[in-house]
């Protein structure tokens, strides 16, 4: 099974990725590359193994205290942001 | 001797006893910087006047009678690390202007323990590179031949240490990004196990792999700088609570009579440089002549632990890049026309071709209908790997292997196919999948350039990897080597 174009475009709209003509040429050719590549999973004998999302056995998601822990740090969060205005991020109007 | 060459162990008996005081030691350190910077890019921030205030504080607090180890000693830090008021780029144009608001747990304990930061490493854009030059600030040069690589992601601290520009400096691993470039550009490098240092403030890439270390010149170096980063975090949810050991006292009782080394059979195939094959069967010679007993290692599935790593690795990169989206902090286009436009070129602009690569590969094993096929499969072959390692370490005390098939190629010739440039980590990924700790360490030079040895250990191990580099290096000296330009 190889990759086409329209599949490439479908993934690069999915990951919000715009991709031009040229990007796309060349992201078709890389990404049938690395998923022929992986493709050498497929005949693993796996079938009886749970998959393993974390590396160390035994170890639990730990649940905090119910205290206040973060100080307010807005001024310096508002500072990197690229549009603020009136403390509020701004972004291109979402509701007509 | 000259400052500069001096290891964490002799700088901080010096400043102890006034032998030279840490803005003497500062300044120094500062001036080399500045005099190679141009020639290798290993820094993307230098932070003189914060290391001269670092450096100044240091010397007063020894003057107060204060005697850390660390205190006064100048280190680097990774991009990947947020320090709070300093620029923090991951070398990305989408974190070119970002100014962390907060420092790392690992910049945190590094400064408490009293080091002075000199500033921020180049590396491979957000850690996705074993070469270094995927970074938006450019490539970094390998202090032995700056027509070369010197690794990555890692390839600024490395080149940095390598060039006795800093005594040692913080890196990252995911899938070899602190052993390999250790071992491209001669010196030693340690990713503990995951969990034994904190993550928190570490900008993530793939988050069950990733785990921050040290790049120094020698094992002990390492030990120091470990010894202060480790240790639990409640900031991390996958911190583990452990006690750290003494990492460094652990090093003078080092022995490696009675130990058993396995010999991973699968890291000595195809592909391997014999160069380098017979370097690292002689580094096999001196651990023998020290009393380990070496013993020959079958792990069958390692072999897919790249493959394995391309599909995990991507989907959880896919995932953590998500938040970079021109909203809150980072990089914006211009004159978007709606929310969805400022996303996607937002994302297209501040990204490079291999974090896309990544991004795109992620989404895809992700998406529905190639969940199972791609990335529960890829989970599946992970248990396999991680219980290949389990059932070695029942007859052996760590397993030993080449850390990169090849020494450091040339800047811009594996550009072609994504696939060549991942095979340079088929050493180093295996420990990250199941999250061993494991360390490389020089072992030579072929054809002039430097090879490491790499050994892997079993969870928490860190004591008994570093303490069988450490009794290596007692009784070699490919650690010391300082390249002719900048001895």
């Given at each position: 099974m190889s990759l086409t174009a329209k599949d490439v475009t479908k993934i690069a709209h999915l990951a919000r990725v715009e991709m031009g003509e040229q990007d796309l040429t060349a992201m078709v050719s890389s990404l049938g590359k690395i998923l022929a590549f992986v493709?050498?999973?497929?005949?693993?004998?796996?079938?009886?193994l749970a998959p393993m999302a974390h590396p160390l056995a035994g170890e639990v998601q730990r649940l905090r205290d119910d205290r206040v822990t973060e100080v307010n740090v807005r001024e310096k969060l508002q500072a990197i942001a690229p549009e603020v205005v009136a403390g509020l991020y701004c972004v291109p109007r979402v509701i007509e | 001797m000259s400052l500069h060459t001096k290891s964490i162990a002799e700088l901080s008996k010096g400043l102890a006893n006034k032998e030279f005081s840490s803005v003497e030691l500062t300044e120094h350190v500062l001036n080399r910087i500045q005099t190679h910077q141009p020639s290798l890019?290993?820094?993307?921030?230098?932070t003189r006047d914060r290391a001269l205030a670092d450096a100044k504080r240091a010397d007063e607090r020894r003057a107060a009678g204060e005697s850390l180890p660390l205190l006064g000693v100048p280190i680097a830090q990774k991009d990947i690390f947020c320090t709070d008021g300093i620029l923090t780029t991951c070398s990305s144009k989408m974190l070119a202007n970002f100014v962390a608001p907060y420092d790392a747990t690992v910049v945190a304990k590094l400064s408490a323990a009293g080091t002075v930061l000199t500033g921020k490493t180049n590396m491979d854009e957000f850690a996705m590179?074993?070469?270094?030059?995927?970074s938006y600030y450019g490539p970094v040069a390998n202090p032995w031949d700056i027509a070369r690589v010197p690794g990555g992601s890692s390839g600024g601290s490395a080149a940095a240490v390598a060039a006795r520009l800093v005594p040692a400096a913080t890196a990252t691993d995911t899938g070899g990004s602190i052993r390999q470039p250790a071992a491209f550009v001669g010196v030693s490098g340690i990713k503990p196990t995951y969990g034994r240092v904190s993550r928190y403030g570490m900008i993530a890439f793939a988050s069950s792999l990733d785990q921050a270390g040290v790049l120094a010149p020698s094992a002990l170096d390492c030990a120091y700088l470990l010894e202060a980063m480790s240790g639990f975090d409640?900031?991390?949810?996958?911190?583990?609570a452990q006690p750290v050991p003494n990492y460094v006292e652990s090093l003078s009782q080092a022995s490696l009579k009675g130990v058993r080394v396995g010999i991973l059979k699968e890291f000595f195939a195809e592909g391997l440089d014999p160069a380098i094959g017979a370097l690292v069967h002689e580094a096999m010679d001196v651990m023998k002549a020290q009393g380990a007993t070496l013993v020959d290692v079958s792990c069958p599935s390692l072999p897919l632990s790249v493959p394995t790593y391309y599909v995990v690795a991507p989907a959880e990169c896919s995932s953590n890049l998500s938040r970079f989206d021109g909203v809150r902090f980072g990089h914006r286009c211009k004159d978007p026309k709606d929310l969805v436009d400022l996303y996607k070129r937002s994302r297209a602009e501040g990204f490079g071709a291999e974090v896309k690569r990544r991004i795109l590969t992620g989404t895809y094993v992700l998406s529905a209908g190639y969940y199972d096929a791609y990335y529960l499969k890829a989970q599946r072959v992970r248990r396999l790997i991680a219980n290949d390692f389990a059932k070695a370490f029942e007859s052996v005390d760590m397993l030993l292997s080449p850390t990169a098939p090849t020494t450091a190629f040339k800047i811009g010739t594996k550009h072609e196919d994504p696939v060549t440039m991942y095979l340079n980590d088929i050493y180093t990924i295996g420990a990250n999948l199941a999250g061993l700790p494991a360390l490389s360490i020089p072992c030579g030079f072929a054809n002039g350039l430097p090879a490491g040895v790499q050994l892997i250990g079993s969870h928490f191990s860190e004591s008994a990897l570093l303490s069988a580099a450490h009794v290596y290096q007692r009784e070699t000296n490919f650690h010391l080597q300082v390249p002719a330009a900048f001895s």
């Open positions: 493709n050498q999973l497929e005949s693993a004998p796996v079938a009886d | 890019n290993a820094y993307v921030t230098v590179g074993s070469s270094n030059e995927t409640p900031n991390d949810s996958t911190s583990v």
